[in-house]
């Protein structure tokens, strides 16, 4: 499975733009990417997926560059509530796929 | 209904106990995980079970013992557990990669154990 990098923690303000960059330069031809967002004692949840270019859904939007090897979480207008930590993470869409969680990136949100 | 329900929510344990966590989802998913978080740490794969057969075991020791009675169901039984298994267990669920489509997991809120 590839493995992926992402900053440990990013501070924000409310109402700004966060992108979160990870890191996946081993990434495999049938991988996908996708980010998972956890509250405290929480269990994780599925923002967004995407393979290539720009995917943007109700929350987020998803950029992948053509070689893949990186992609960005961007988040408008971020509010407290969006103080979680978000996982990126690769593995194929067909077949077995199981999820292995990297580090993450803590993402504090200040008034 | 596209929750993955866990019981109980909070379990304290003696290292001689056994006790059983519980996971139920009714979204028709045929793959079911169970996960490990530690504090400040990311979720690890424990178990994957798949048409409620158990598909992947990550060389998780023998006092942990997953259960899939049906395919709505998921237990994990505890036995004899040490302090350092204190942690938050994560239950998801997914489409069967094989049925095609996202591989999203949808995941519990978890159990959050604590073994004196």
């Known amino acids: 499975l590839a493995k992926t990098t992402q900053p440990i923690s990013m501070d924000s303000y409310e109402g700004q733009e966060v992108n979160i960059t990870c890191s996946h330069n081993?990434?495999?031809?049938?991988?996908?990417i996708t980010w998972y967002q956890q509250f405290p004692s929480q269990g994780p949840r599925f923002i967004i997926q995407?393979?290539?270019t720009k995917v943007t859904n109700e929350v987020a939007s998803l950029f992948i560059p053509a070689d893949r090897k990186s992609s960005t979480l961007s988040l408008p207008r971020v509010s407290l509530s969006d103080t979680a930590v978000y996982y990126c993470?690769?593995?194929?869409?067909?077949?077995?796929?199981?999820?292995?969680f990297g580090k993450g990136t803590m993402l504090l949100v200040s008034p | 209904d596209t929750e993955v329900t866990q019981t109980p929510k909070h379990l304290v344990m003696g290292m001689t106990n056994k006790k059983s966590l519980k996971c139920e989802q009714h979204?028709?998913?045929?793959?079911m995980y169970w996960y490990k978080q530690k504090a400040k740490k990311p979720p690890e794969l424990m178990f994957v079970?798949?048409?409620?057969?158990?598909?992947i075991n990550e060389s998780v020791p023998s006092r942990f013992s997953p259960e899939c009675p049906n395919s709505s169901l998921l237990n994990l039984h505890l036995h004899a557990l040490q302090p350092e298994d204190s942690a938050l267990y994560l239950c998801?669920?997914?489409?069967?990669?094989?049925?095609?489509?996202?591989?999203?997991?949808?995941f519990g809120p978890g159990t959050r154990l604590t073994v004196l």
């Open positions: 998801a669920s997914s489409q069967h990669p094989a049925a095609g489509g996202s591989n999203e997991q949808f």
């Open positions: 081993n990434i495999a031809t049938n991988d996908y």
């Open positions: 995407g393979y290539k």
């Open positions: 993470l690769v593995a194929p869409i067909s077949g077995y796929s199981t999820l292995t």
């Open positions: 979204m028709g998913h045929r793959a």
């Open positions: 079970y798949s048409y409620e057969k158990l598909s």
